[in-house]
C-alpha cells in the first residue's frame, strides 16, 4: 500500500469534528502525501463552509508538495489545494447571500484536498445548472485565470488574436473556449499532437505543434502581423519565440513557468512593438480582490455555461488515495484538462 494511502486516526475527535484530508508529511514527492482525519474547519464572520465534492489538482499544488510555493497567510500549510466545489453545509456570523444546500465553487490559498473547506462568501459563485457538483471542481482555477488573465488585464476583444502556450492544460483548454466565446481567433501550441486535436474540438482556430519553428507557424497563421495577446503558460524557453511572434502593441502576459523561469529578454524588440509584458497569479491576492474577479466571472463567463459555450474539461478523477498517483500524472503531462480529487 503506498504511503500516501495511510489513515491515522485522531484520538480525541468524534466524527462530527473530523474530516478527511490529503496532508503532506515534509517536503518531497509523490511518497510525501498521505490521507489522514485532520480537525474540520470552523467558518469565522463572512465565511462559510462547504462538503466538498471534488478538489481540483493543479501544478501549484507540486510545486507546495516539493516546498516551491509558499502557502499564504491564514491558509492550512500542511493540506493542498487551491479550488473546489460542493455544497454549502454551514453559514458563519455575517453571511447573507448563500443557503445551506446551495451549491458553489471557488478558489482558495489552500487546504483543498480535504472533505470540507471554509472561504470567505464573497469569493465564491455558483455552479452552473448545466454542470455537476462534481465536474464543477475542474472550473474555478483554470477559468477564473484565463479570464482575469486575458480579459481583465489583456482586454483581448473579438477582433484580435489570442497565442494560448500548453494549450492542452487546464487553463489553456478554459481560454480555448473562452475566446471562442467572445470570436476571437485563437492560436494554441503543444508539444503532443493528441492535445491539439483536443483542443480543436473545444474550438481552437489554430493548432501548432511544439516544435523549435513554432514560432514561424504562428506569423504564418498570422500573416505576419504576430498575436495580440499571448497567454504563456510555459515561460522562459518561449520568451524569444514570443518576441518574435508578438503583434506591434501587443500584451504578454505569463501565468506558468514549468518550463523554467530565468531567461534573457530583448528590450529593445519590446520597445520597438511597444509591448506590454505581465505576470499574475491568483493565490495570493487579498480577498476584495478575489471577490471582485468573482463577481466579474459570474456576470460574464458563467453564463457561457449555460448558453453550451463553455464546459468543464476532465481528464480523470482520483479518490484521495490516489493523489500521489494523480500528481504523477500530472508531472509527467500526460493529462488533457482537469485532474480531480472525488470526496464522494
Given at each position: ?12 475527535m ?13 517536503k ?23 462538503r ?109 488574436t ?9 487553463v ?18 503543444s ?16 493548432p ?11 506569423l ?125
Amino acid at each position: 500500500m503506498p504511503k500516501w494511502a495511510r489513515m491515522p486516526m485522531i484520538s480525541g475527535m468524534n466524527n462530527l469534528d473530523r474530516m478527511r484530508a490529503v496532508v503532506t508529511e515534509g517536503k518531497g514527492g509523490p511518497e510525501v502525501l498521505s490521507v489522514r482525519f485532520v480537525p474540520k474547519p470552523v467558518p469565522r464572520a463572512g465565511e462559510i463552509r462547504v462538503r466538498v465534492a471534488t478538489s481540483g489538482i493543479n501544478r501549484a499544488d507540486l510545486l507546495q508538495r516539493i516546498g516551491k510555493y509558499p502557502v499564504p497567510d491564514g491558509w492550512p500549510k500542511e493540506i493542498l489545494g487551491m479550488e473546489f466545489a460542493g455544497v454549502v453545509e454551514t453559514l458563519g456570523p455575517d453571511v447573507e447571500r448563500w443557503e445551506i444546500g446551495d451549491s458553489v465553487m471557488g478558489i482558495l490559498g489552500g487546504g483543498g484536498y480535504a472533505e470540507y473547506v471554509t472561504t470567505h462568501h464573497s469569493t465564491v459563485v455558483p455552479v452552473p445548472n448545466s454542470v455537476t457538483d462534481g465536474d464543477a471542481g475542474a472550473i474555478p482555477e483554470v477559468f477564473m485565470t484565463a479570464f482575469d488573465a486575458v480579459f481583465l488585464q489583456m482586454g483581448l476583444d473579438s477582433a484580435e488574436t489570442l497565442l494560448i502556450h500548453a494549450v492542452g492544460s487546464g487553463v489553456g483548454t478554459a481560454a480555448v473556449q473562452i475566446a471562442k466565446a467572445v470570436g476571437a481567433v485563437s492560436i494554441g501550441t503543444s508539444r503532443t499532437p493528441e492535445k491539439l486535436s483536443g483542443a480543436l474540438e473545444l474550438g481552437l482556430d489554430h493548432p501548432v505543434l511544439g516544435t523549435a519553428d513554432w514560432p514561424e507557424r504562428v506569423l504564418e497563421v498570422t500573416g505576419g502581423k504576430g498575436a495580440d495577446v499571448i497567454l504563456d503558460l510555459v515561460g522562459g524557453p518561449y520568451l524569444e519565440g514570443n518576441q518574435m511572434v508578438v503583434a506591434t502593441g501587443g500584451r504578454h502576459i505569463v501565468v506558468g513557468v514549468p518550463g523554467g523561469a530565468v531567461t534573457k529578454i530583448d528590450l529593445r524588440a519590446m520597445m520597438s512593438r511597444r509591448v506590454t509584458l505581465r505576470g499574475t497569479v491568483l493565490r495570493a491576492r487579498p480577498v476584495e480582490e478575489k471577490a471582485s474577479l468573482a463577481e466579474a466571472f459570474e456576470a460574464r463567463v458563467l453564463p457561457m455555461f449555460s448558453a453550451g459555450q463553455a464546459r468543464p474539461v476532465v481528464d480523470r478523477i482520483f479518490s484521495p488515495e490516489e493523489a500521489g498517483e494523480a500528481h504523477e500524472v500530472m508531472q509527467s503531462n500526460a493529462n488533457f484538462g482537469k485532474l480531480l480529487i472525488s470526496w464522494d
